[in-house]
């Protein structure tokens, strides 16, 4: 006899995705899977009981959190090394995308713990299916940093980027996050705001670089609630679409007197350069130095 089907049996970890916002968003298989667990590890239990109260699920809760997940994900995976199933939820959509689990998930498999997946909301994915930008190729960025010098440090690193980036922000940070984007990205770059989505003030608004700050500014609502941001990547520099030998002289003059937004303005003005290419070789331009 094979000496692996004598070995211990252990549980599973299922990682179960939970509702954005409306509590019925949660699956038929995932509310099967919550009430067949041992337990529960949830991010915030307090948070979690009216979800599962509203199912009908009484199992026992697990915290399971930033501040204690590599002590408590060693716990989880003895009790899965004794045969017990357990499910990781999150305060809200899928565990692990910007939410606590990964040292458990990494440790359950390490283990050889089986880990399934119980697919649902994102957040996320859900604000790209109606974004109307490109979803076929995405870059998720979190939750940008909270300090504007790193904030906009990291919007440089990412101006040059082709996929539709997308971000997480809190109703206290939304509009400061969204006018460092106008001070980094191209004004006509198009921009997506999504906040309170299935619930019943569910926003989507499709503006540019330029004007989103307004919109946010003009409606005290706009400042509410949880935030998703897209912005649409930039478009692709054909080897042809390149500045000329004139056009490159007059932007590195500009860039020596004028901060980067003048000089690709000025430089475009004068010489007739495309404003993308301009502020793509720009920025190319600030880096070397």
């Not at 922000?169 to 939304?174: F, K, L, N, Q, T």
């Given at each position: 006899?094979?000496?692996?089907?004598?070995?211990?049996?252990?549980?599973?970890?299922?990682?179960?995705?939970?509702?954005?916002?409306?509590?019925?968003?949660?699956?038929?298989?995932?509310?099967?899977?919550?009430?067949?667990?041992?337990?529960?590890?949830?991010?915030?239990?307090?948070?979690?009981?009216?979800?599962?109260?509203?199912?009908?699920?009484?199992?026992?809760?697990?915290?399971?959190?930033?501040?204690?997940?590599?002590?408590?994900?060693?716990?989880?995976?003895?009790?899965?090394?004794?045969?017990?199933?357990?499910?990781?939820?999150?305060?809200?959509?899928?565990?692990?995308?910007?939410?606590?689990?990964?040292?458990?998930?990494?440790?359950?498999?390490?283990?050889?713990?089986?880990?399934?997946?119980?697919?649902?909301?994102?957040?996320?994915?859900?604000?790209?299916?109606?974004?109307?930008?490109?979803?076929?190729?995405?870059?998720?960025?979190?939750?940008?940093?909270?300090?504007?010098?790193?904030?906009?440090?990291?919007?440089?690193?990412?101006?040059?980027?082709?996929?539709?980036?997308?971000?997480?922000?809190?109703?206290?940070?939304?509009?400061?996050?969204?006018?460092?984007?106008g001070r980094i990205f191209p004004p006509e770059r198009p921009l997506v705001i999504a906040r309170?989505?299935?619930?019943?003030?569910?926003?989507?608004?499709?503006?540019?670089?330029?004007?989103?700050?307004?919109?946010?500014?003009?409606?005290?609502?706009?400042?509410?609630?949880?935030?998703?941001?897209?912005?649409?990547?930039?478009?692709?520099?054909?080897?042809?679409?390149?500045?000329?030998?004139?056009?490159?002289?007059?932007?590195?003059?500009?860039?020596?007197?004028?901060?980067?937004?003048?000089?690709?303005?000025?430089?475009?003005?004068?010489?007739?350069?495309?404003?993308?290419?301009?502020?793509?070789?720009?920025?190319?331009?600030?880096?070397?130095?």
């Amino acid at each position: 006899m094979d000496s692996n089907n004598t070995s211990t049996p252990k549980g599973i970890l299922y990682i179960v995705a939970t509702p954005i916002g409306n509590l019925r968003d949660l699956s038929l298989r995932a509310i099967e899977v919550l009430r067949t667990v041992d337990f529960i590890a949830a991010e915030d239990t307090r948070h979690s009981r009216p979800l599962l109260d509203y199912h009908n699920i009484d199992k026992p809760l697990l915290a399971l959190h930033e501040h204690n997940e590599k002590q408590t994900a060693q716990r989880v995976v003895e009790r899965l090394l004794q045969a017990q199933s357990a499910a990781l939820i999150s305060d809200a959509g899928t565990p692990l995308i910007n939410d606590p689990g990964f040292p458990l998930v990494r440790l359950a498999r390490t283990h050889g713990i089986r880990v399934s997946p119980i697919p649902g909301p994102c957040a996320l994915i859900a604000t790209l299916s109606a974004s109307g930008l490109p979803v076929d190729r995405f870059s998720f960025e979190g939750f940008p940093p909270r300090n504007s010098q790193a904030r906009l440090s990291m919007l440089k690193s990412l101006t040059g980027e082709q996929r539709t980036l997308g971000f997480y922000e809190s109703s206290h940070r939304i509009l400061e996050f969204i006018e460092d984007i106008g001070r980094i990205f191209p004004p006509e770059r198009p921009l997506v705001i999504a906040r309170e989505l299935t619930k019943m003030h569910e926003t989507i608004v499709n503006t540019s670089v330029a004007h989103a700050a307004a919109v946010i500014a003009a409606d005290p609502y706009m400042q509410r609630g949880e935030f998703v941001v897209l912005i649409q990547g930039a478009e692709e520099i054909r080897a042809t679409e390149t500045l000329s030998d004139e056009q490159m002289n007059t932007l590195e003059l500009l860039l020596e007197e004028c901060s980067l937004k003048s000089a690709v303005a000025l430089c475009c003005k004068i010489t007739g350069a495309r404003k993308e290419i301009a502020y793509k070789t720009a920025l190319s331009l600030q880096e070397k130095r």
